[in-house]
């Protein structure tokens, strides 16, 4: 399950998206226009420039932008920001030095082997789907969505 971190995170990064990327959007405005708490937004903001995602300008005309093209940024690449990978179990975790206190053997787990194989088709998704990828599938729906003729009365 995603964070709201890093569901705030992809909605401002969706938002960074619609602007040109050399063009820097104000934190308070960002904040406002995705109702996210400000002081929440700027840690999150502030990981995703540090892992080179997004860049920053100070002064006047200052504020966040993407650090490339939407389709270079991987859903994969935001989410591990932020939530430092998607292994659904600890042993999986590549951060990660300790094993499964719950079992004796990981090399013949049966948990282990099948979440594996679910972190395998995750990440197969995640990383080759893109943020201009996900902004087009909500596009997408929506002009879908508003052909559909409503006959209620």
């Excluded at 929440?40 to 005309?61: D, M």
């Excluded at 948990?111 to 679910?118: A, G, K, P, Y």
Aim: hydrophobic letters at 40%; glycine letters at 8%; a positive charge.
């Amino acid at each position: 399950m995603l964070s709201k971190k890093t569901k705030y995170a992809l909605k401002a990064l969706i938002n960074l998206a619609g602007h040109p990327i050399d063009e820097p959007v104000l934190i308070s405005e960002l904040a406002r226009q995705e109702q996210i708490s400000r002081k929440f937004l700027e840690t999150i903001l502030l990981s995703l420039k540090n892992a080179g995602l997004l860049q920053s300008r100070i002064g006047k005309g200052g504020g966040y932008f993407l650090a490339r093209p939407p389709r270079d940024i991987s859903i994969g690449s935001i989410i591990k920001v932020l939530e430092g990978g998607y292994a659904p179990v600890q042993c999986l975790n590549e951060n990660s030095n300790s094993g499964c206190n719950e079992c004796d053997d990981v090399s013949s787990c049966g948990i282990r082997l099948v979440m594996f194989d679910v972190m395998q088709a995750v990440s197969s998704v995640l990383e080759t789907t893109t943020l201009a990828d996900m902004i087009e599938r909500s596009d997408s729906a929506k002009r879908a969505r508003s052909k559909i003729i409503d006959f209620s009365i």
